[in-house]
């Protein structure tokens, strides 16, 4: 057990998919997996333990933000051994060619901070996804026929964004979406050896104004977590 996590030793599988909604990962968990087991539910955050194709998986909350998304993701490797983390969930679409529905892999994570910012001090670190996950994630996507865009993303501190400047920045230089875990897990994961990538469906779009309805969310969802899989068993 550890302070925010209070699965017992074993409870915790190798892999484990992070969507930040812990209600999230109990239907993921009991969509996907055989036999999913609650193992953790310290201050709200579920987390289930089942199998997928006969392999051990834990999908467990994050929360909002880098700085929840950090804790979790330091436990479940320091103290459970997780070697794959992947996170699923929604973003904001910054790209005219980026739709509501779509997947995106994010290859990169900008940021104006992480938590872990401190460590580098002037160095500006570049966060990546692991190579092998993103291309298998491409593959499994391709296969399904989803439509589906690999590319740097932005990780942001707030929610209620007030920088038009910046986003407009960042439009410009490509940058396919945003949301607010990506960047703080690939940085703890390189810092222990693990394998990340970041799998997200676009629910909403900066651009457009679209929103994903509610009642098509579950399904869009559905198609981020099948990717995730696969990639992670390739």
């Not at 740097?152 to 910046?166: A, H, K, M, T």
């Amino acid at each position: 057990m550890t302070i925010h996590i209070g699965a017992q030793p074993g409870d915790i599988a190798e892999t484990v998919l992070l969507p930040g909604d812990p209600y999230r990962a109990r239907w993921a968990a009991e969509t996907f997996l055989d036999n999913p087991r609650l193992v953790n539910e310290v201050r709200g955050m579920l987390g289930y333990t089942g199998t997928w194709n006969g392999h051990r998986v834990t999908i467990h909350g994050s929360g909002m933000g880098m700085p929840s998304l950090s804790i979790y993701a330091n436990e479940l490797i320091r103290d459970y051994g997780a070697r794959t983390l992947i996170r699923i969930g929604s973003a904001g679409g910054m790209q005219h060619g980026v739709r509501v529905r779509d997947l995106v892999l994010a290859t990169t994570a900008s940021s104006l901070s992480t938590p872990s910012r401190g460590l580098f001090r002037e160095l500006n670190f570049a966060p990546c996804a692991d190579f092998g996950l993103l291309r298998a994630a491409w593959d499994a996507a391709q296969a399904r026929g989803i439509r589906t865009h690999a590319g740097g993303i932005y990780s942001s501190d707030v929610f209620y964004d007030e920088r038009p400047d910046l986003n407009e920045q960042l439009q410009r230089h490509g940058v396919l979406c945003v949301e607010m875990e990506a960047a703080e897990l690939y940085i703890v994961a390189a810092r222990h050896g693990a394998r990340a990538l970041a799998v997200l469906t676009i629910s909403d779009h900066l651009l457009t104004h679209e929103a994903l309805p509610a009642a098509e969310r579950e399904r869009s969802f559905g198609d981020m977590v099948h990717v995730a899989l696969t990639a992670a068993f390739a």
